[in-house]
């Protein structure tokens, strides 16, 4: 059955919507939450597994100390308050990827509960607006398997031919983060939930708990959407669309619900409350199980875990590692650096924030550490379908090379060659330099000579000069700089063709 979509304009007239975000982080330990399996990303299937997270007979957990300690830092990153006491509960439900047919997990007694981010959603007329999110919660749990279903058009388990299951994943540490119904104007709501992920995922990434990988799963979001006529105080039925793995999939995953919703409403039909799978390619949603309450899952206290109870003096102590808050950083790097919202938009975009402050602590001046990473290194990058961290160049680097452009050692052309040394693990810019022999030619003698002949070659640009079109000297200059393969010093060359010229 086709869904029948109300215009998004239309919607936003006459609907309200509460949205609910359920964001799950990987945390990156070394093992899992409640044994000594290995978690690196990308093994052989089947290969990270024992007993214990397999859930064979027998088989004892035990918590990751490690992991309680990420989970504690989120929560108070995120203002919550932090348990004195909590304990796992066991969440029963059959699904090929949960080997235990259970999931360790949290439910009325989380780690970290009552907190609040508040989120920057930009906009078109300036600075933004600033949205208080409520955290309802956030706690500890595993991960499962990965199931791959093969054969069928959809990558789905329904028309497949078969099933693969890799549990590799299965018992990876998770903190899944809740926040509470989120109520804004209607047309706000996509870019409110877009700019909540992107701004907790930051958060995450500050904090060094997770790699934070949308790409990879290693965060994903859960998006729930309700919707209530204008005017009307209760909820709506909600739909969840599960595991989102992109900010701008959160945008669409939202937009389209709305437009769903609210097509079943105006036929006068009632919301099905489900769980659906967001297709990247389409932009569009589909059913795929009706959804659970609480008592379907049938929680019960883990009785193989004894409680956790951090003590007051530890969560004080970890309170004193959180980092900079990310968006306050971004406030103070951008009036520091004096960039417009622009540029610090498309610095935070390329992912070069760090390395533009890297660059600049190590000497350079910011407009230039941003120069080098937006343009010529961001192009290299993408030439190499990797990140901008991921190239072999450091910040370190990149200063120097800018501390050669302010001493006239080498101008920005020349610099492009350098870079390429560096790519190349030729030495440091000086010797990149040396050996290459790209340094500048400023003595005068050589320039003069570069400089008569350009004018004896070209007569005309010559007597435009001299008839005080100054501005036709850059011609010549050109053709200077090509005769001395770009390591000409193109200011002493345009004082010498004005002096030689009149």
């Known amino acids: 059955m086709t869904d029948v979509l109300v215009p998004f304009d ?8 509460a949205l609910g975000l359920e ?27 024992c007993p214990t997270c397999l859930g064979l007979p027998g088989a004892m957990p035990v918590v990751n100390g490690k992991a309680v300690e990420s989970a504690i830092r989120i929560g108070l990153a995120l203002n919550c308050d932090i348990a004195e006491w909590c304990r796992f509960a066991r969440k029963n439900y059959f699904y090929p990827d949960m080997p235990k047919n259970f999931q360790t997990s949290q439910y009325d007694e989380p780690i970290a509960f009552d907190g609040w981010l508040d989120v920057t959603v930009p906009s078109e007329e300036g600075e933004g607006e600033t949205v208080r999110v409520e955290i309802e919660r956030a706690h500890m749990e595993e991960d499962t398997g990965k199931s791959t279903h093969v054969g069928g058009a959809t990558g789905r388990i329904h028309g497949a031919d078969y099933s693969l299951v890799d549990y590799n994943r299965a ?3 998770l903190i899944e983060i809740v926040t509470r119904p989120i109520l804004v104007p209607a047309e706000k709501a996509p870019a ?27 965060i994903r979001a859960d998006v729930n959407l309700s919707l209530a006529p204008k005017g009307v105080s209760r909820l709506g039925t909600r739909s969840e669309t599960k595991n989102v793995n992109s900010l701008r ?11 769903r919703h609210a097509g079943i409403l105006d036929a006068g039909g009632a919301v099905l409350q489900e769980t659906r799978h967001f297709h990247e390619d389409t932009g569009t949603t589909s059913s795929g199980r009706e959804k659970s309450d609480a008592e379907d899952y049938r929680y019960f206290p883990e009785p193989d875990l004894v409680p956790v109870a951090p003590s007051r003096e530890w969560v004080e102590e970890l309170r004193g590692t959180l980092p900079e808050n990310p968006t306050q950083k971004r406030a103070r790097l951008q009036a520091e650096w004096a960039f417009s919202d622009l540029e610090m938009r498309d610095t935070v975009g390329a992912g070069a924030l760090d390395l533009v402050e890297q660059t600049v ?3 350079a001046a910011p407009q230039s550490a941003r120069k080098w990473w937006l343009t010529e290194l961001a192009r290299r990058a ?8 991921e190239l072999s160049v450091t910040p370190a680097q990149v200063a120097e090379v800018q501390a050669l452009v302010d001493a006239k050692t080498i101008n920005d052309k020349l610099a492009r060659q350098v870079f390429d040394g560096l790519l190349a693990g030729e030495g440091t810019p000086e010797e990149i330099v040396a050996a ?3 340094a500048v030619v400023s003595d005068d003698g050589a320039l003069s000579a570069a400089v008569d002949k350009a004018i004896a070659d070209n007569p005309d640009v010559a007597d435009k000069i001299r008839d005080g079109k100054v501005a036709a000297a850059g011609a010549l200059i050109g053709a200077v700089m090509k005769e001395m393969r770009g390591q000409a010093d193109a200011g002493r060359v345009r004082e010498l063709i004005l002096e030689k010229l009149g």
Do not use: W
């Not at 044994?35 to 093994?43: D, I, L, V």
């Not at 993408?382 to 961290?389: P, Q």
């Open 436 to 438: 290459r022999g790209l």
């Open 361 to 363: 602590a190590a000497g």
């Open 382 to 389: 993408n030439d190499a379908g990797v990140e901008l961290a």
């Open 171 to 173: 018992g990876i540490p």
């Open 249 to 259: 999939s959160v945008e669409r995953a939202v937009r389209f619900e709305m437009s």
């Open 192 to 218: 409110v939930a877009r700019a909540y992920v992107a701004q907790l995922r930051d958060l995450i990434v500050a904090l060094g708990v997770s790699d934070a990988r949308m790409d990879q799963g290693s």
């Open 10 to 17: 239309d919607v936003i007239t006459r609907y309200d919507p």
């Open 23 to 49: 964001v799950h982080v990987e945390l990156n330990t070394n093992t899992k939450m409640f044994c000594g399996c290995p978690t690196e990303f990308g093994a052989e299937p089947n290969t990270q597994v």
